[in-house]
């Protein structure tokens, strides 16, 4: 019984083993005809050049802390100094754009981006599309800082008082320098030897 178990197993590996020789030998001669025929007539093909594609972007999802700094409501946009967050925002004072779905809620009621004001304390989701920023949620707490309005003072009605003029007299100053004063004249030495008139 062994022994035609092993005669039927080396006549399958036999089977098997010639004829891929066989192929092997074939696809060999071939090849060497094939490279012969590609040495005579060289093709020439010419290929177009490859246009650059621009990867599509990215969307991350990022998330803020902090407090507001601007609103822009007519634009739909917000500008948030942030102290927390992911590390592309942390520290850093970004624009975003706040479209009309995102969520946004002020101390527990639904708003705008218009009830949203310059001091109030945010925390923001969203994602980033390379450095522009959108927003999807909004949650705001505090009151916004309001800014003075400009009084009107009265204006101060110019006076028809006349104002002291200045003078063009010369006023009383000591000088540095001298004042010439009179010298008696003094009498010349007579010299030795001359006439005496």
Do not use: C, W
């Amino acid at each position: 019984m062994r022994m035609r178990r092993t005669a039927v197993a080396v006549a399958m590996v036999a089977a098997v083993t010639v004829p891929a020789a066989g192929i092997g030998g074939v696809a060999y001669a071939q090849g060497s005809s094939a490279t012969a025929s590609a040495a005579k007539k060289p093709k020439e093909t010419k290929h177009a050049p490859a246009k650059p594609t621009k990867a599509p972007v990215k969307k991350v999802a990022f998330q803020a802390s902090g407090t507001i700094t601007a609103v822009d409501a007519s634009a739909g946009t917000i500008t948030v100094t942030a102290k927390s967050g992911t590390k592309d925002v942390r520290g850093r004072t970004v624009t975003m754009t706040v479209p009309a779905s995102a969520r946004i809620v002020l101390n527990g009621k639904k708003v705008t981006v218009a009830g949203l004001g310059a001091g109030h304390k945010v925390s923001i989701t969203g994602t980033r599309a390379d450095k522009a920023y959108t927003v999807s949620k909004i949650q705001a707490s505090g009151k916004a800082v309001k800014k003075p309005k400009p009084t009107t003072s009265p204006t101060v009605a110019p006076t028809t008082s006349p104002t002291v003029a200045p003078t063009t007299s010369p006023t009383e100053s000591p000088t540095a320098t001298p004042t010439p004063t009179e010298t008696a004249p003094t009498e010349t030495p007579e010299t030795p030897g001359a006439p005496e008139e």
